[in-house]
């Protein structure tokens, strides 16, 4: 079972931010946050991943809540491309983890950005 | 970023048949994983396939209905037994990027397959 929540839809306005929040309270201390989307009839294409501290990348940023139980992706600027199925997922990092590094996709949320 | 092809893009069959889906990556990985994603569903993990060993199925799946195959580092296929309806699905072949510090999943683009 998917060890995370999410709601199953939200919009948001072309060039506003896109919050999209995700609940992970049994998350373990070695487990990573990691963000996925999905956009129609394509493979799922990886956001960014955390640990404990807030990142940042090209892409996103990922804010993770001081005890770890829930976290925030932003979108700064979404765009019309930015509509997906999004999906929030915790696993065990590291190339080391072999079978534990696979993932377990929940049902995601979908964003629509509106013009 | 690892580079992954899979043959074929999309393909219908006829109930009863077998189809093998094949997966190319364009570099060496040690685990490679199989998806199914069902209309409309999520993905569902089918089972994790490594060099030189028998691939490792999730519960739900079975040998006999998926077999796999691993010859190498950079290729493996799928194949889907015996087809009925149930398994028209996109199946998603995925590899783990092994230059990356928390070893982020990529995926290939999918292989549509719809079952009469």
């Known amino acids: 079972d998917a060890k995370t929540t999410q709601p199953t839809s939200m919009d948001c306005a072309e060039g506003r931010a896109a919050n999209l929040p995700c609940n992970h309270s049994?998350?373990?201390?070695?487990?990573?946050v990691y963000w996925y989307r999905q956009i129609h009839s394509q493979g799922p294409q990886y956001i960014i991943h955390?640990?404990?501290n807030n990142e940042t990348n090209e892409m996103a940023s990922l804010i993770i809540t001081e005890d770890r139980k829930s976290s925030t992706l932003i979108l700064p600027h979404a765009t019309l491309r930015d509509t997906a199925v999004y999906y929030c997922?915790?696993?065990?990092?590291?190339?080391?983890?072999?079978?534990?590094?696979?993932?377990?996709f929940g049902k995601g949320i979908t964003l629509s950005v509106r013009p | 970023s690892a580079v992954i092809s899979q043959k074929p893009s999309r393909d219908i069959c006829q109930r009863g048949t077998s189809l093998t889906i094949q997966c190319q990556v364009d570099?060496?990985?040690?685990?490679m994983f199989w998806y199914r994603q069902q209309p409309g569903q999520s993905l569902t993990l089918i089972a994790t396939?490594?060099?030189?060993?028998?691939?490792?199925?999730e519960s739900g799946f079975v040998i006999d209905k998926f077999p796999i195959s691993r010859p190498n580092l950079t290729f493996s296929t799928l194949t889907v037994s015996n087809m009925s309806p149930e398994d028209s699905s996109i199946y998603l072949c995925?590899?783990?990027?092994?230059?990356?510090?928390?070893?982020?999943?990529?995926f290939g683009e999918g292989s549509r397959l719809t079952v009469l």
């Open positions: 955390g640990l404990k």
């Open positions: 997922i915790v696993r065990v990092g590291g190339v080391l983890t072999g079978a534990n590094s696979k993932l377990t």
């Open positions: 396939a490594n060099q030189g060993s028998e691939a490792t199925y």
């Open positions: 049994t998350i373990s201390g070695n487990e990573y």
């Open positions: 995925s590899v783990e990027d092994l230059t990356g510090i928390g070893g982020e999943l990529f």
């Open positions: 570099s060496q990985v040690t685990m």
